[in-house]
Antibody
């Protein structure tokens, strides 16, 4: 059974940093495309970042480009999202997904003074 | 503002058929297949339809997806109270190099 479990969310001040983790089971991360998608309170879904199955390609939404970095640790079968220079507008539940088919339960990031 | 356009709300009575539309452009729906998701309050999105019309195991056949040109739609027949949720369409966008989502449609079962 495929499972994705996010962690690392929390309260952070504007300008701060946070690293989200997504622990995968039931499949290997280096054989699947993975994404981070976020949902601001009361809003819709928004693509954040993508990493290809071979790890050779990464994409970012314009709103996070230069501030967020997606990566993975194949030995830990875990996906990461390093977030820096966080702004109030980054407040959201962050989901990791496998090919937009399987989704984790999400982790809440709150950016507030 | 979302790249894909969905009606913000839809409604129907039990047993009725409801259709939710998703409008895009040549760089997304016009070129790539569409997924549909259901999101219940406080939960993660659940995949209902992938590759325009394919249902994952466990999704009932009263849900059907279709795509034509730069639009797609999700039809739910035999409406049930448990169908009350938010529904999102999603598709890869060749110009943006990433997936794009519709703004979501809140379905109310009257």
């Amino acid at each position: 059974e495929v499972q994705l479990v996010e962690s690392g969310g929390g309260l952070v001040q504007p300008g701060g940093s946070l690293r989200l983790s997504c622990s995968a089971s039931g499949f290997t991360v280096n054989r699947n495309a993975l994404q981070w998608v976020r949902q601001a309170p009361g809003k819709g879904l928004q693509f954040v970042s993508f990493i290809s199955a071979d790890g050779g390609s990464t994409y970012y939404a314009d709103s996070v480009k230069g501030r967020f970095t997606i990566s993975r640790d194949d030995s830990e079968n875990t996906l990461y999202l390093q977030m820096s220079s966080l702004a109030v507008e980054d407040t959201a539940v962050y989901y990791c997904t496998r090919d937009l088919r399987d989704w984790g339960q999400g982790t809440l990031v709150t950016v507030s003074p | 503002q979302s790249v894909l356009t969905q009606p913000p709300s839809a409604s129907g009575t039990p047993g009725q058929k409801v259709t939710i539309s998703c409008s895009g452009s040549s760089s997304n729906i016009g070129s790539n297949t569409v997924n549909w998701y259901q999101q219940l309050p406080g939960t993660a999105p659940k995949l209902l339809i992938h590759s325009d019309h394919q249902r994952p195991s466990g999704v009932p056949d009263r849900l059907t997806g279709s795509r034509s040109g730069t639009s797609a739609s999700l039809a739910i027949s035999g409406l049930r109270s448990e169908d009350e949720a938010d529904y999102y369409c999603a598709v890869w966008d060749d110009n943006l190099d990433g997936p794009v989502f519709g703004g979501g449609t809140k379905l109310t079962v009257l």
